[in-house]
């Protein structure tokens, strides 16, 4: 049988879900869920730079210039396209232009770390922006998130809805990190770090990363359920 | 061809910057007709306020989205959907926070309806458990407090 893909939200090693992870079992609907009566993006406009995390400013943020690319697949294969993708993350110092974030390390002026974009038909996303850093957080003693991306996709199917984060091959803050470590099965952590790619590598500018998403299928209901009983 | 799904991770405490205005907190307009504002409180098993959370709200007419404030409050304004659903009209709801690894799936009921009496999912639940789905009247809308743990925890459903 699979391993499930997605964490238990009751991770102890996570400091935060104590208090926030429900406690009772999760109950199990007799019905899939709703599909959108309209196309989710009706209506809605992604400007032409708003994939380009490094042309938001003025000024070219520092760090190394990366893109990131991929397909949206639901489980079956097929392209899940004209999905919203957004992303978020800190500079390349490791600080997020957010104002909760406390980390003395120095904010990039040309730099917001936001970015969305539509799949194409084939369920491809691309991103151009820099890689980001680590920082420290208090979870546990000396504890340091390792560089990561937040990915949102939303497409018009709610079971297909997910949020989850990219993480870079060989980051030695991998093993030591809870959010990582709370899929039980490295076969499925794997699935979350992005391949370096020679190919999507652009001579004398940008190091390219690939990075394939699978959500759930269109019809999936609640007992479709990746294997876990 | 069965691919193996991409795990889930928390949506953590930064995503107010890329959470964009791509998705709002209107289904419908204000003051359209059948317009409803639902608004209410995220709490967490000490019955904290959490103010870093991010309510979603999905149902045939559209979706809306809406970040927790300083006091654990989310509002949106929806509308009480027609036809497709089987059962009692109801909205189904996701909520992602700091401290949730994967979103927590649940439901909103609207009060006073007649199908609640007989809808397979209420039915399914104790009193107490029940009354964690229906909204309240709150003036003219409703409240949808969300209780992530504790005596009065919010029913969630698997995805």
């Known amino acids: 049988m699979a391993a499930p893909a997605h964490p238990p939200n009751n991770t102890p ?17 007799p019905e899939r869920f709703p599909d959108l009566s309209a196309p989710l993006m009706t209506g809605i406009t992604i400007g032409p730079l708003d994939h380009d995390l490094t042309r938001q400013h003025e000024g070219e943020p520092l760090g190394e210039r990366i893109t990131i690319s991929g397909a949206v697949r639901d489980e079956e ?9 957004e992303v978020w993350q800190a500079n390349a110092a490791g600080r997020y232009a ?38 420290p957080w208090r979870n546990h003693p000396n504890a340091w998130r390792p560089a990561h991306v937040h990915f ?11 949020v989850t984060q990219m ?26 770090v992005a391949r370096w790619s020679l190919e999507l590598t652009q001579p004398e500018w940008s190091l390219g990363y690939e990075w394939d998403i699978v959500v759930a299928g269109r019809d999936a209901t609640p007992l479709h359920d990746d294997g876990k009983e | 061809m069965t691919l193996p799904l991409t795990p889930s991770q928390t949506v953590g405490p930064f995503f107010a910057i890329g959470i964009g205005p791509t998705i709002g907190t209107h ?4 003051g359209s007709p059948g317009a409803v504002r639902i608004s209410g409180q995220v709490l967490d098993g000490d019955g904290q306020p959490v103010r870093d959370a991010l309510v979603e709200t999905w149902q045939p007419e559209g979706v809306a989205r809406s970040a927790t404030d300083d006091e654990g409050q989310f509002a949106v304004v929806a509308i009480k959907p027609s036809g497709a659903t089987t059962g009692a009209p109801h909205i189904d709801v996701s909520v992602f926070a700091r ?3 994967t979103r927590l799936v649940t439901r909103l009921y609207f009060p006073g309806e007649v199908a609640n009496e007989t809808d397979l999912v209420l039915q399914s639940l ?17 409240r949808f407090d969300i209780h992530l743990q504790g005596t009065r925890e919010t029913v969630f459903f698997d995805r």
């Open chain 2, 126 to 142: 104790t009193p107490e458990e029940r009354t964690t789905l229906v909204a309240a009247a709150d003036g003219a809308g409703l």
């Open chain 1, 77 to 85: 294969g097929a392209p899940v396209a004209g999905a919203l993708v």
């Open chain 1, 98 to 135: 957010h104002v909760s974030d406390q980390h003395p390390a120095p904010l990039d002026p040309n730099f917001s770390g936001a970015g969305r974009c539509l799949t194409d038909d084939e369920g491809r996303y691309h991103f151009i922006t820099i890689k980001p850093g680590a920082y």
């Open chain 2, 27 to 30: 289904v419908v307009a204000e």
């Open chain 1, 13 to 29: 090693a996570y400091r935060s879900s104590e208090l926030r992870a429900p406690k009772r079992p999760l109950r199990v609907l």
């Open chain 1, 152 to 162: 949102s996709v939303f497409s018009d199917a709610f079971a297909q809805r997910l």
């Open chain 2, 99 to 101: 401290g949730l690894l």
């Open chain 1, 167 to 192: 993480y870079f091959l060989g980051d030695p803050l991998l093993p030591l990190d809870p959010l990582f470590n709370a899929m039980p099965d490295p076969a499925v952590r794997e699935r979350l």
